[in-house]
């Protein structure tokens, strides 16, 4: 089945760039996604890049996808505080003609003022 | 447009008990998804709900059922809980276009936090 892994845990200062990385096994995706979840909030879409695309750039946010290696990134660049929270990759395909989506476990991205 | 809402926000059960979800997508939406997530994971999906039907299930035991209304509501039952359901379970409201996967969005729900003691 599909696997989605990440790690758990990046502290940066604020001002610097974050790098949150993720791999995946599914050779299949069709989307590959970045959410955020604030504490005690729901998950909140903050960018996708299609599975044959290499980079998308929006705003602060960069996504490097090397499908070759399924591994998928996000920078964001100029971090703020407001930026701390947990990060979920997520992978989706068509699973039986509908779209399925699988997260992984998210990393908890620590900004230090 | 209210978006996704869910209730309750919270809720305490115990073992064996049984707890009944409530989900509304978001206007224009009409398939509903549930997940599952537990402390410190990412969320698990449970299963989906279009035409009042469930239309694809994750590995979620039958004691996890649902419902969806006429009007694209959904409900999310759970039978006979264990301590290990405990979680937030969150909704996401899609349309025919996301599950065709010509879409790339989802809206998702605040959850409710389940407890089981």
């Known amino acids: 089945g599909e696997d989605v892994e990440q790690s758990l845990f990046l502290s940066v200062r604020e001002g610097d760039s974050s790098v949150i990385n993720c791999t995946y096994t599914d050779s299949s995706s069709t989307y590959l996604y970045w959410y955020k979840q604030e504490p005690g909030a729901g998950l909140q879409l903050l960018t996708y890049?299609?599975?044959?695309?290499d980079m998308k750039q929006d705003q602060r946010l960069t996504v490097l996808l090397n499908k070759k290696d399924k591994h998928l990134s996000l920078r964001i660049a100029d971090t703020q505080t407001g930026d701390s929270a947990i990060y979920f990759c997520a992978e989706s395909n068509l699973s039986g003609g509908y779209q399925k989506v699988t997260f992984g476990t998210g990393t908890k991205l620590q900004v230090i003022p | 447009d209210a978006g996704v809402t869910q209730s309750p926000t919270h809720l305490i059960k115990t073992r064996g008990q049984q707890v009944t979800l409530r989900c509304s997508p978001k206007s224009g939406h009409d398939t509903v998804s549930w997940y599952q997530q537990a402390l410190g994971q990412g969320p698990q999906f449970i299963f989906q709900y279009y035409e009042e039907e469930e239309r694809q299930r994750g590995n979620f035991p039958d004691r996890f059922s649902g419902h969806q209304f006429p009007n694209y509501s959904s409900e999310l039952n759970v039978n006979a809980l264990l301590l290990g359901d405990s979680a937030l379970y969150l909704c996401a409201s899609s349309s025919q276009a996301f599950r065709a996967g010509v879409r790339n969005e989802q809206f998702f729900g605040p959850g409710t936090r389940l407890t089981v003691l």
């Open positions: 890049i299609f599975s044959n695309m």
